[in-house]
């Protein structure tokens, strides 16, 4: 049966949700329930959070009383939402989530609770019990020695005073004319408004006048005495009604050091006996944080912040913590601030202008409007009055927990107590949090340089490092990022490179960038703001400088919303990914620039070209070992020698690289020089063989073919060859013939004395002849080599080909002979005579 209701809606913004708490708890208490008034109003600020907050809709909140207890309803008009259906045993909800969490309380605290909809509305409605007590004992306190016993004057005196709708005093015992002063002829008719000294009510944001109005109240304020000063007392109030049915304040006081007269002791089973029942030892540390608390940080934190927030009826509160050296407070977690408010914003923790001044000790703020600057976070807030309570472990500060108001005057030493209690049942865990969390974030910080050094290691290809450093920074460290490059010291920096997580807005975020002058280049090392940029791209922005060799070479800048800050692991974090980034861009940029001069010396070792040799067709195929290498070992040349006589040579020096390619340029030069001297080849590669000797330890054997070509008037070519040391040339003959085409002679570079000798053989039409060196026929696969054999049958097939099909034939089937890569240097020199037409 229902014997009172009472109800109330509210808007959907954040201030309701406090705005309910204290709807229910004012309700609750009036009708006599204190005893389920805590965990109702724990269960209606989570269901209007849900309300007001998630589901964005206006509130309705209903209470219903009647004889053991009360239902309480929360409505929203968004009804689509529908209750999971999961197996009887998983629970509703996981207690670190934020979503779920109102039914997950309903099923921990409630006696009974449920889900209903209607086309308009989601109702989730909570029955509470009261508790069963034997008859004849609601309360009853334990055994206590006297010297415990409350202190209390010879004559307890309790003022008894009544007042109407009006505020006015309409009664004043003995007792309160004892206390006060003040006869009842002088109070009677008075406003109680005028007697009282009224700084708050703790707990709400109501003056005496809305106190009075309550069903119930109770809690401290001062009575000016007739002598003029504030006597402060302790005051229960309840609300009652006449037999006419107008209603009236009954207001009990007691001098405040006598407040046990008058206080509600903690509520506490009796047993069947009339005696205390033993309680249970509860863990302070649920008790205010709930059960089971979240086993991470940042859902104890969040929890935390809201428990303090509704402990004190609060419209915000925050939690900070302490940098290991306890010089600054780092923001963890808000409820009820704005979105700019959050996490990782530093403020430092001694006394100064915009400081925590009392980040040490517990401090109450009546109005923050009277002392701007008193606590950095809740600027332009709205937040008037604010208290604060440090989190302490052994001595050592750890943070700040704090709850706030928009009304001034809310809060007073009572709060702080009670605030500073929970604070210290709940530093230790947040602290032990806190180190857990520090060393899953260093270990992670180990994981990412390490893997970041192997990727920046593996290549030194300059815009693969600057991509590779933007991909390592987003979305991992920042939201965004820009990389600047400095070419020499005389140069601006320049902006090679942006990525953002979203890649729609990269072009727009470079725009944007490229409007702002470039960071100033300094070698101080660590993260510094960046304020051009952030005011243009409306983002916190950090620079940190690239130094390598003492030298800056660039910088790496990164960018995350206003809300998000950077926490200083990140930045510490980034840190050391900006150093290793810069060894390895400045690694890239000396190897490209070695590159380009190895390339531009490795150019002028080969021949500018072939020349054109009336009747012949001439291919050339030139194929260096080593990653960047154009020039190696193996060389080759046609030229002029005079009228009617060209050189060819292809050679082999041994080894390969550098060292191999100076040798290739001495002999391919000499060879030059010797040949239009007139000499013959036997004479060309003994005075080229005496100049490798003189190059001392520096020089290298070498193998090689020279010969010179004396096209015919009739068509075909006269040739005479030497060959010193060299895979000998292969002659192919129209009908597919292959013959060796000279005899093997000593290489070069080995003994003083040589005695070679020439070869003349005459290439007919059709005849081709084909030079290579050692790397085509010592091409391996595993325990096979291509060979003379395998290179006589694939020119075997080249029958009728033109020189450059021969040459190109002979090429693929060395590539495809093996998987891997080529380890040799390789050259194929073709010569042909091409067969006449028909009609010709």
């Not at 029942?277 to 940080?297: K, Q, T, W, Y």
């Not at 601006?492 to 942006?498: D, F, G, H, N």
């Not at 009336?614 to 070992?625: L, S």
Request: proline share 7%; charged share 25%.
């Amino acid at each position: 049966m229902i014997t009172a209701r009472a109800a109330a809606s509210f808007d959907p913004v954040g201030r309701s949700v406090a705005a309910a708490r204290a709807f229910v708890r004012d309700t609750l208490q009036g009708w006599g329930f204190a005893d389920i008034v805590d965990d109702a109003v724990v269960l209606t600020s989570e269901l209007v959070t849900n309300a007001v907050i998630h589901a964005g809709t206006r509130a309705e909140v209903l209470c219903l009383r009647n004889g053991d207890g009360a239902r309480v309803e929360v409505a929203d008009r968004y009804p689509d939402r529908e209750l999971p259906l999961l197996p009887h045993n998983r629970a509703y909800a996981d207690p670190d989530r934020e979503n779920g969490r109102g039914l997950l309380l309903c099923a921990a605290l409630a006696s009974r609770w449920g889900v209903e909809y209607t086309a308009t509305h989601k109702h989730v409605w909570f029955r509470l019990d009261l508790p069963d007590r034997p008859v004849g004992t609601r309360y009853a306190g334990p055994v206590v020695p006297d010297r415990l016993l409350p202190l209390a004057q010879n004559r307890v005196r309790v003022a008894v005073v009544q007042v109407g709708t009006d505020t006015v005093v309409s009664a004043w015992n003995e007792d309160a004319e004892q206390i006060f002063g003040h006869p009842a002829s002088k109070a009677v008719g008075r406003p109680l408004a005028e007697l009282a000294a009224w700084p708050q009510t703790p707990g709400t944001a109501t003056g005496i006048a809305e106190a009075l109005g309550l069903s119930r109240w109770e809690g401290s304020y001062g009575i000016r005495g007739a002598d003029g000063r504030v006597i402060p007392v302790y005051a229960s109030h309840l609300r009652v009604r006449d037999a006419q049915g107008e209603p009236s304040t009954v207001c009990l006081l007691v001098h405040d050091e006598e407040r046990a007269v008058l206080q509600s002791p903690a509520r506490v089973p009796a047993g069947d006996d009339g005696r205390l029942a033993e309680p249970r030892a509860a863990d302070p540390f649920e008790v205010f944080i709930g059960s089971p608390a979240p086993d991470d940080l940042d859902g104890l934190l969040q929890r935390t912040v809201e428990r303090a927030r509704d402990m004190l009826d609060a419209d915000s509160a925050f939690l900070l913590l302490a940098t290991d050296d306890e010089t600054e407070l780092e923001v963890r977690a808000t409820t009820g601030l704005p979105s700019t408010r959050q996490r990782f914003a530093r403020v430092p923790v001694e006394a100064g202008t915009n400081r925590f001044g009392s980040a040490r000790m517990p401090a109450v703020h009546e109005d923050l409007a009277l002392v701007p600057g008193a606590v950095p976070l809740l600027e332009t807030t709205g937040m008037r009055s604010v208290v604060t309570v440090p989190l302490k472990v052994e001595g050592r500060l750890t943070g700040t927990l704090g709850v706030a108001a928009e009304a001034p005057g809310r809060y007073s030493n009572d709060e702080a107590l009670r605030l500073q209690f929970a604070a210290d049942r709940i530093a230790l865990a947040v602290e032990s949090a806190r180190l857990g969390e520090l060393e899953r974030l260093r270990r992670g910080s180990l994981s990412f340089l390490v893997e970041a050094s192997d990727l920046l290691a593996g290549t030194l290809d300059r815009d693969q490092t600057l991509a590779l450093m933007a991909q390592m920074t987003v979305p991992t460290l920042a939201t965004w990022c820009a990389v600047y490059t400095i070419a020499d010291p005389a140069s601006e920096p320049y902006l090679s490179y942006v990525l953002h997580e979203d890649e729609d807005r990269i072009d727009g975020l470079k725009a944007l960038l490229s409007e702002v002058d470039p960071p100033e280049p300094v070698t101080e090392t660590g993260a510094r703001p960046w304020t051009a940029a952030a005011t243009a791209v409306r983002a916190e922005t950090v620079v940190l400088p690239l130094l390598a060799r003492n030298r800056v070479i660039g910088m790496l800048t990164l960018g995350n919303p206003h809300e998000e800050h950077f926490r200083q692991e990140i930045l510490e974090l980034a840190e050391d990914l900006s150093r290793r980034a810069a060894l390895a861009l400045d690694n890239a940029r000396l190897y490209s620039e070695r590159t380009a001069i190895s390339r531009s010396l490795q150019r002028s070792l080969l021949p500018p070209g072939s020349p054109a040799i009336p009747g012949m067709e001439v291919e050339v195929i030139y194929r260096a070992a080593g990653e960047g290498n154009e020039v190696g070992g193996d060389f080759y040349d046609v030229f002029p020698i005079r009228d009617g006589a060209y050189g060819f040579a292809i050679g082999d020096v041994c080894g390969t690289g550098p060292e191999a390619a100076a040798v290739t340029g001495l002999a391919r030069h000499a060879l030059r020089l010797l040949a239009r001297e007139g000499l013959g080849g036997p004479a060309v590669l003994e005075r080229l063989n005496a100049a490798i000797l003189d190059e001392g330890a520096r020089s290298r054997f070498l193998t090689l073919l020279y010969g010179e070509l004396h096209p015919q008037p009739n068509g075909g070519a006269l040739m005479k060859v030497v060959c010193a040391g060299h895979p000998l040339p292969l002659r192919l003959r129209p009908n597919g013939q292959v013959l060796p085409a000279a005899d093997p002679q000593p290489l070069l570079g080995v003994i003083d004395d040589l005695d070679l000798y020439e070869q003349t053989l005459t290439l007919d039409p059709g005849d081709v002849l084909l030079c290579v060196t050692d790397g085509v026929t010592e091409r391996r696969e595993g325990s096979r080599m291509l060979g003379d054999d395998g290179l006589t049958d694939v020119l075997t097939t080249c029958t009728g080909l033109t020189a450059g099909a021969v040459a190109a034939r002979v090429l693929r089937a060395v590539e495809r002979f093996a998987a891997e890569p080529a380890s040799d240097d390789m050259a194929i020199l073709a010569f042909r005579v091409p067969e006449p037409r028909t009609g010709d």
